[in-house]
């Protein structure tokens, strides 16, 4: 896990330093003598302070098919809310902050009772844009490797990992197992 060097893309709560090396620069925020990153971007670091870059130079306009990654905002009725914040594969930075929805016939291949069996709030997902409407964005995440990269568990906050079942994320902290869509670039 600190094992980070300079440009290495990283996600919200990655530990990208430790206190008594840098200072917590731009995007970033100290927790129990770690750095960690607040946004989705680069990591930039200097002798003393460790930075995050979020995505720059030209801005890219999503298109149908595009890979995106965001943080689940809100559960409501059949559609999640996603806060769009980075493009895959793109250096650039998005050009509208998109808004992006996801509903419950497009998380799973098969049957899904609930969104919460899928996604809680906080969670970080990847998925593939299937409709654009100006700023508002459907996006579908059956695909396996798209889903839930990273999240936390809703009881104590602990990020948490996978287990043998595809379904099922585990807190080592407090040992609660929880459902989700889980992509298989889960991050832990
Ligand atoms: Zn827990």
């Known amino acids: 896990m600190m094992d980070i060097e300079h440009g290495d893309f990283v996600m919200p709560g990655d530990v990208i330093g430790v206190s008594e090396q840098y200072l917590p620069g731009d995007w970033t925020y100290e927790d129990g003598g770690y750095i960690k990153a607040a946004i989705i971007g680069n990591v930039s670091a200097n002798r003393h302070e460790i930075t995050i870059i979020p995505k720059t130079t030209v801005p890219v306009v999503l298109k149908v098919d595009n890979i995106v990654v965001g943080q689940i905002t809100d559960i409501k009725g059949q559609r999640t809310m996603?806060?769009?914040?980075?493009?895959?594969?793109?250096?650039?930075?998005?050009?509208?902050?998109?808004?992006?929805?996801i509903h419950v016939s497009q998380v799973k291949k098969g049957y899904l009772e609930k969104l919460t069996d899928a996604f809680r709030i906080g969670d970080i997902v990847e998925g593939k844009v299937i409709k654009i409407m100006g700023n508002n964005i459907d996006i579908n995440t059956e695909d396996p490797e798209h889903g839930v990269l990273k999240a936390m568990c809703s009881r104590c906050r602990n990020f948490m990992v996978p287990t043998n079942n595809k379904d099922i994320l585990y807190c080592e902290q407090c040992n609660r197992k929880e459902k989700r869509k889980i992509s298989l670039n889960y991050d832990y």
């Open 82 to 101: 996603v806060d769009v914040q980075a493009f895959i594969d793109s250096s650039r930075e998005l050009a509208l902050p998109y808004s992006g929805a």
